[in-house]
């Protein structure tokens, strides 16, 4: 299936978001979100539509997905969509933010909203998209073991911070509601890793799996995460040469990912750290 890049930058041109650096402002792709929808861009061309994709934090990936998410429901009529969520907290920031997006968005792009509350946004295109809440191990969710998905089928679906889910019951359910033949299916799988789990498993399985595609965005792709020569945090810690051990990542960041880390983001990673 194409994807019409163009027609998907326009749309997003028009959306305003709060980030954290700028304050209120137009969504300007950062060269993560940019690396993101060129791999799902490339996934799609090649028939994919299962994507699983883990991240550094702060990397913009949640804030893009949203857009697409919308972008998703208003371009395609009669979807039946979900995001999930690990608590309770998050789905109503994901879904502040959804409502954000379609405040700022012009007439000519938007599509009327039938109802929006906190368990669904239903659109006139006979759109809908519903919130739901994986929880989490500490969570009282598990009560509700195997619900995700349940009575409903599903083809668009974004998970987000699937590490920080308890109940694989409930993400075998979800799974196993998916269309596999919807011709506008797209199904998301977003989160950081938090050590050997469920979204582990997820993703190495993702890796070798034909039909689903695995997307890794380290935090050197963000290129604010880089300090300016000029500053004293340069002077700092950007003055000396890589150590063997940094030599071994940066190295092994451009044999996996073809990326050449700078000494403005090896300066800017030792300020992080220490």
């Known amino acids: 299936m194409a994807f019409d890049r163009a027609e998907y930058n326009r749309f997003?041109?028009?959306?305003?978001?709060?980030?954290?650096?700028?304050?209120?402002?137009?969504?300007?792709?950062?060269?993560?979100?940019?690396?993101?929808?060129?791999?799902?861009?490339?996934?799609?061309n090649r028939g994919i539509r299962d994507f699983y994709i883990l991240k550094a934090r702060q990397l913009g990936i949640s804030t893009?997905?949203?857009?697409l998410d919308l972008y998703w429901l208003f371009k395609h009529s009669g979807l039946r969509g979900t995001l999930i969520t690990h608590d309770d907290e998050t789905r109503e920031e994901c879904r502040a933010n959804?409502?954000?997006?379609?405040?700022?968005?012009?007439k000519a792009y938007k599509i009327p909203v039938r109802a929006h509350n906190r368990n669904m946004?239903?659109?006139?295109?006979?759109?809908?998209?519903?919130y739901q809440v994986a929880g989490t191990k500490k969570s009282s969710a598990l009560a509700k073991s195997g619900k995700l998905g349940r009575g409903k089928g599903i083809n668009f679906?974004?998970?987000?911070?699937?590490?920080?889910?308890?109940d694989e019951e409930s993400i075998d359910s979800l799974i196993a509601s998916f269309a596999e033949n919807f011709p506008n299916r797209l199904y998301l799988f977003e989160s950081t890793?938090?050590?050997?789990?469920?979204?582990?498993?997820?993703?190495?399985?993702?890796?070798?799996?034909?039909?689903?595609?695995a997307i890794f965005i380290g935090w050197w792709r963000n290129e604010l995460y880089a300090v300016s020569r000029?500053?004293?945090?340069?002077?700092?810690?950007?003055g000396e040469d890589p150590t063997p051990t940094e030599y071994e990542w940066i190295d092994g960041v451009k044999k996996l990912y073809n990326?050449?880390?700078?000494?403005?983001?090896?300066?800017?990673?030792?300020w992080k750290l220490h």
Do not use: M
Not at 26 to 35: A, E, F, N, S, V
Not at 64 to 67: I, L, Y
Not at 259 to 270: G, K, M, S, V
């Open 12 to 44: 997003c041109s028009t959306l305003r978001i709060d980030s954290k650096e700028f304050g209120t402002i137009p969504l300007r792709h950062l060269g993560t979100q940019i690396y993101l929808i060129d791999e799902i861009c490339e996934g799609l």
């Open 64 to 67: 893009e997905c949203w857009a």
């Open 98 to 106: 959804i409502t954000s997006y379609i405040e700022s968005l012009p």
């Open 121 to 130: 946004l239903d659109l006139v295109n006979r759109s809908r998209f519903s």
């Open 157 to 166: 679906a974004h998970a987000t911070e699937v590490s920080s889910y308890g």
């Open 193 to 213: 890793a938090r050590g050997f789990n469920l979204w582990y498993d997820l993703y190495q399985e993702a890796k070798n799996a034909i039909t689903q595609k």
């Open 230 to 238: 000029e500053t004293d945090i340069f002077s700092c810690y950007g």
């Open 259 to 270: 990326f050449e880390i700078t000494p403005e983001q090896l300066a800017w990673a030792r």
